[in-house]
């Protein structure tokens, strides 16, 4: 029977590591994301776990540590925001082409600078492309959830890739909300034990780590890790229905809130979605068929079916919260657009950049952008795909 609580999303990411109870967790504190570790590390030292937490001095180290404990055959966890992943940024890469299922929580902040330390999703944005399973989560619920899943997709035999859960800064991080737990002895039963099948310490095969792999090996390798890329589509459908049997909670690669019928529609992730469905709602009592499409797996991508779930609406949104600074729009907006092409699906479609640096994006806000998709579907045209929401308004006059 699910435990009723209340957590912050910080708490919830930590919980779940608790229950799962790595062998090694190394992390560096950096904001929002620095209760994780901070939680888990009382757990450490009242002996809830007996996992091996490492203190280490940088995020770097952080990463470096991760790597080598799964090197070595063990399961390791630790948690990041922002200028801390970016200093991992070597080592997020490595992690992930040496095939280890290191699982990290990412609590999305704007990386510098200047300095903020608020939400956006610069830091996931910059490692997308990295090698790495992203998970997205609405709020402190999903983030828990997608944490218990996390290991049983990252390890399994045709995938081998790490994993990051991606929750807002401080909008989810550090806010309190109703929270359903699972037993611990059913989360160990529903994670299981990790059996690596080549490692370190396995002295009955003597191995190497990040060896020198030029002309001959390396394109190779790399497609492999693609095709690990692609098999974890079908493993993360797969455990999730597990999930769902344990729980009763479900979830896809992406959620369809009030979609099916929606003449327009939002695209979005994390926690912009539960506003997004306030507004959808409020729309919908007015006759107006508005829907949402929130990603929750942007890594891999799901294009195929995205791009069949948003076939019928007549006018489309997609909300980015960062900026590829490329002049041709935000990284969502580019997979998504680039999914439907390819996948010969044609509707009309914007790009808005909001939410930079923590700027809040409020119900009219989300509003504002459906109205515009209205207006989009009566004249048939586009005057500009590339926009801005919340920008303050003398930006706005400046041409901004």
């Not at 035999?157 to 991080?173: A, E, H, N, R, Y």
């Not at 109703?178 to 059913?186: S, Y």
């Amino acid at each position: 029977m699910s435990i009723r609580e209340r957590l912050s999303g910080n708490e919830a990411a930590a919980t779940a590591m608790k229950q799962i109870n790595p062998d090694v967790v190394a992390a560096f504190p950096i904001t929002p994301s620095t209760e994780i570790p901070q939680y888990f590390s009382t757990f450490v030292a009242n002996g809830t776990v007996d996992t091996e937490f490492v203190a280490v001095e940088s995020e770097h180290s952080a990463m470096s540590a991760c790597i080598g404990a799964e090197s070595a055959g063990a399961r390791a966890m630790t948690a990041t925001s922002a200028n801390g992943l970016s200093l991992m940024w070597e080592m997020i890469y490595i992690a992930s082409s040496l095939r280890l299922p290191i699982v990290l929580s990412l609590v999305n902040r704007a990386v510098s600078g200047p300095l903020n330390i608020h939400c956006d999703h610069s830091d996931a944005m910059g490692v997308r492309d990295a090698g790495w399973i992203m998970l997205f989560s609405e709020n402190n619920q999903e983030a828990y959830d997608n944490t218990l899943m996390a290991h049983r997709i990252a390890e399994h035999k045709d995938v081998m890739l790490p994993l990051m859960v991606c929750q807002d800064g401080f909008i989810t991080s550090h806010a309190i909300e109703n929270i359903e737990l699972e037993e611990d002895q059913k989360v160990k039963d529903f994670v299981g034990e990790y059996h690596p099948e080549h490692y370190l310490l396995n002295k009955e095969e003597p191995i190497s780590v990040g060896p020198l792999d030029l002309q001959a090996y390396l394109f190779e390798h790399k497609v492999a890790q693609a095709e690990a890329m692609k098999n974890a589509k079908q493993v993360i459908l797969e455990v999730s229905k597990d999930f769902e049997k344990l729980t009763g909670r479900s979830y896809g690669l992406f959620e369809e809130y009030q979609l099916q019928d929606a003449e327009i529609a939002i695209v979005c992730m994390n926690s912009t979605a539960g506003t997004t469905k306030y507004v959808v709602d409020h729309l919908r009592e007015k006759g107006i068929k508005a829907g949402l499409l929130k990603i929750r797996v942007y890594r891999p991508f799901p294009g195929k079916e995205i791009a069949k779930a948003l076939s019928h609406v007549k006018a489309l949104a997609i909300l980015d919260r960062a900026d590829s600074l490329n002049a041709a729009g935000g990284a969502l907006f580019e997979d998504v657009t680039s999914a439907m092409y390819v996948n010969q699906t044609h509707v009309p479609a914007v790009n808005y950049i909001y939410g930079i640096g923590g700027r809040d994006t409020k119900a009219e806000d989300i509003e504002s952008v459906y109205t515009d998709l209205l207006e989009i579907i009566k004249t048939n045209q586009i005057e500009n795909p590339y926009r801005y929401l919340g920008l303050r308004k003398e930006a706005q006059n400046n041409g901004l």
